[in-house]
T-cell receptor, first 116, second 112 residues
Framework: DVKVTQSSRYLVKRTGEKVFLECVQDMDHENMFWYRQDPGLGLRLIYFSYDVKMKEKGDIPEGYSVSREKKERFSLILESASTNQTSMYLC???????????????FGPGTRLTVT | GQSLEQPSEVTAVEGAIVQINCTYQTSGFYGLSWYQQHDGGAPTFLSYNALDGLEETGRFSSFLSRSDSYGYLLLQELQMKDSASYFCAVRASYSGNTPLVFGKGTRLSVIA
């Protein structure tokens, strides 16, 4: 079974702190993604990566950065956490292929981040 | 820009059939996917349509009409465990590196 794991299920941080969210996948997927999910807003893409050391901005990259030093690991960094970054953060991975195998994204369990 | 529209909430009776619609406006189109997410859980993949027509997987079916920029997810013989949020998602490009664009989700409540 494909497994995507995230470093924490729940996290509480203070405003201004630097926050690291880690994501690891074990299926040798090329693509990895970071989303945030807020009620009524669905899944919004923050950043994605289609290869080691490659990154692309998603729809809402402001206030975030990412790092992908190894194929299996994709980190989301909040340089200076703010209260409007309180949210559920979901990591996902997928193959880069086309067709069915490239469509299925596997999601981690999510990290609920609260910034106070 | 790219946008997907789906109803925010749907309620249906156990044992019945429910259809969740999705219309999309994207700069390109390669395929339509559906994901299910239970409260507190991660989204999980349900189905994928690249061509017009109906794809069936057990109690769930998904339909696509590329000319109408429209698709739907059909759930039959509803069970209480089908209560969840359902998201449609579009891949706008043929490239396998293009991320999915998700709709805002439809919350399905199955009642007895």
């Amino acid at each position: 079974d494909v497994k995507v794991t995230q470093s924490s299920r729940y996290l509480v941080k203070r405003t201004g702190e630097k926050v690291f969210l880690e994501c690891v996948q074990d299926m040798d997927h090329e693509n990895m993604f970071w989303y945030r999910q807020d009620p009524g807003l669905g899944l919004r893409l923050i950043y994605f990566s289609y290869d080691v050391k490659m990154k692309e901005k998603g729809d809402i990259p402001e206030g975030y950065s990412v790092s992908r030093e190894k194929k299996e690991r994709f980190s989301l960094i909040l340089e200076s956490a703010s209260t409007n970054q309180t949210s559920m953060y979901l990591c996902a991975s997928s193959f880069a292929g086309r067709g069915h195998s490239g469509e299925e994204q596997y999601f981690g369990p999510g990290t609920r981040l609260t910034v106070t | 820009g790219q946008s997907l529209e789906q109803p925010s909430e749907v309620t249906a009776v156990e044992g019945a059939i429910v259809q969740i619609n999705c219309t999309y406006q994207t700069s390109g189109f390669y395929g339509l996917s559906w994901y299910q997410q239970h409260d507190g859980g991660a989204p999980t993949f349900l189905s994928y349509n690249a061509l017009d027509g109906l794809e069936e997987t057990g109690r769930f079916s998904s339909f696509l009409s590329r000319s109408d920029s429209y698709g739907y997810l059909l759930l039959q013989e509803l069970q209480m465990k089908d209560s969840a949020s359902y998201f449609c998602a579009v891949r706008a490009s043929y490239s396998g590196n293009t991320p999915l664009v998700f709709g805002k989700g439809t919350r399905l409540s199955v009642i007895a």
